[in-house]
């Protein structure tokens, strides 16, 4: 395992990173959907989940309440959201008011290459 640790020193910043390669993991179950990975840029721990039926989603939640997301319905969904880092740590300069405490950073996932339609 060759993990980097954690960077606790980098100063909150928000930067969005693009699409990214960084392998994350997705699992899914009638509450949703986690994606769970390292943060781009600290590379603090980061989970996310998606919930289903969350506001403002635009519909792309069409699962079932009684069975989780297919593969195909979690790599859709996984692409079209943007992830913010949720690493957890009080990294310097962070604002007062934080949705998600993290190093500020923000990415999009890159589409899993493998499950092209
Ligand atoms: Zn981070
Ligand atoms: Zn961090």
Not at 11 to 16: A, G, K, L, W
Not at 94 to 116: D, M, R
């Amino acid at each position: 395992m060759s993990t980097p640790s954690h960077q606790h020193d980098l100063e909150y910043q928000q930067v969005p990173l693009g699409a990214v390669d960084t392998p994350f993991q997705v699992s899914a179950d009638a509450e949703g959907v986690t994606v769970t990975g390292s943060c781009p840029r600290c590379h603090g721990h980061s989970t996310t989940t998606i919930p289903r039926g969350m506001a403002g989603t635009k519909g792309l939640f069409p699962w079932s309440k009684a069975k989780p997301p297919s593969e195909a319905e979690q790599a859709a969904l996984v692409v079209s959201e943007t992830f913010f880092c949720e690493c957890g740590f009080a990294h310097a300069d962070q604002p007062e008011i934080l949705f998600f405490v993290g190093c500020g950073a923000q990415w999009e996932l890159k589409p899993n290459s493998g499950s092209t339609p």
